[in-house]
């Protein structure tokens, strides 16, 4: 108890004489001693180490062609289009969900955009998206900014071209 009011003390002085800063700076359970600040600005995070993007499910669309060539080309380019957005920074995550009963097909989640608006723009970009087989759903998701960090590793897992 006698160090809990020792401990207060010493908040108070520093407080009242103004030095918070070397108490928050040398203490590691408000920060974080790998911090890293030129990552940080890089993957855009805030002081807590995230940002936000936005997520995508993408569930059965209207169509409902059995138009083999239609729905062959749609995928082929829904995938074109997948790896257009990851070169361009703008997809990190991508991949199917398993059978479900809310007709979830799969889910995005898209970085460095800045709106609704221009998620909305990219998506449509995506020919099952244009054509009907996909529509989407589309959320702000506030998460870790390292998340892009993963995929220069992902290139080095796969061993057959999905």
């Avoid at 995506?126 to 989407?136: K, Q, R, T």
């Amino acid at each position: 108890m006698k160090y809990m009011v020792l401990l207060v003390s010493l908040l108070i002085a520093n407080l009242a004489f103004g030095n918070t800063t070397n108490i928050l700076q040398n203490d590691t359970t408000i920060t974080n001693p790998n911090y890293d600040k030129q990552l940080a600005d890089r993957l855009g995070g805030d002081d807590y180490g995230m940002k936000l993007f936005y997520l995508v499910i993408l569930k059965t669309g209207t169509n409902k062609t059995t138009n083999q060539a239609i729905i062959t080309e749609s995928f082929r380019g829904h995938m074109t289009n997948i790896n257009r957005l990851v070169n361009e920074g703008k997809m990190i995550i991508a991949g199917p969900l398993g059978k479900n009963e809310n007709s979830y097909r799969g889910i995005f989640i898209l970085n460095n955009i800045n709106s609704f608006e221009e998620a909305s723009e990219i998506l449509k970009t995506d020919p099952a998206i244009e054509n009907g087989l996909l529509e989407y759903e589309l959320y702000e998701w506030y998460g870790s900014a390292a998340l892009p960090e993963y995929l220069p590793f992902s290139d080095k897992i796969w061993k057959l071209n999905p």
